[in-house]
């Protein structure tokens, strides 16, 4: 069965420190996979996005993830945190359904904390 | 653009009355909508997929007479909470596409909360 898992349920890093946080997928075809962001509260928000292509993908805020396909990973970096990115981001895999609907996975989420 | 809304973004509600929540694809026609339910604390589990004139595909273990989605035009899905119970309180998010393999679009989520 598919599946996406996030190993680290919260992390805090200081302001102007690097990121990663880790996703690994389970599913037998080629992945779609996408990083998304979720303030408290609130709906969740497109960071990037891989299809194909270069395995090194640009987002929005900064953030970059690299689809590593010998790993099964698919972890988001940022070079230098800021209090702003404090949030939840969620890792996902789109997957395409035996009817032909894609539907996505979600990995559980890691908390990132921001000390000032 | 890409926007998604919802409406209500809150709302409480006695045990046994329905509620409907509703999402809207601002600035795109979106042919397949989704549901989703977000408990404290954790992911976002899918609840159905629903295509435009048709019926709601549910995922195993959704109750299909208990959140009826309709999805009347491109750009228009509901969530119909029947007689609602404490247990369904919870984070109600709704996405939109624009077909197969297109990226979701979120909406900002609907607390419901039945006393």
């Known amino acids: 069965a598919q599946s996406v898992t996030q190993p680290d349920i919260h992390i805090t890093v200081s302001e102007g420190a690097s990121l990663e946080l880790r996703c690994n997928y389970s599913?037998?075809?080629?992945?779609?996979l996408f990083w998304y962001v979720q303030s408290p509260g609130q709906g969740l928000q497109l960071l990037l996005k891989y299809f194909s292509g270069d395995t090194l993908v640009q987002g929005i805020k900064g953030f970059e993830a690299e689809f590593k396909r010998s790993q099964s990973s698919f972890n988001l970096r940022k070079p230098s945190v800021h209090w702003s990115d404090a949030a939840e981001y969620f890792c996902a895999v789109g997957i395409i359904t035996q009817g032909g609907s894609e539907k996505l996975v979600f990995g559980k989420g890691t908390k990132l904390t921001v000390n000032p | 653009g890409a926007v998604v809304s919802q409406h209500p973004s809150r709302v409480i509600c006695k045990s046994g009355t329905s509620v409907k929540i509703e999402c809207r694809s601002l600035d795109f026609q979106a042919t397949t909508m989704f549901w989703y339910r977000q408990f404290p604390k954790q992911s976002l589990m899918l609840m159905a997929t629903?295509?435009?004139?048709?019926?709601?595909?549910?995922e195993q273990g959704v109750e299909k007479d208990k959140f009826l989605i309709n999805h009347a035009s491109l750009t228009l899905s509901t969530l119909t909470v029947t007689s609602a119970h404490p247990e369904d309180s919870s984070f109600y998010i709704c996405s939109a596409s624009r077909g197969v393999t297109d990226t979701q679009y979120f909406g900002p989520g609907t607390r419901l909360t039945v006393l």
């Open positions: 629903s295509n435009e004139g048709s019926k709601a595909t549910y």
């Open positions: 599913y037998g075809a080629t992945p779609y």
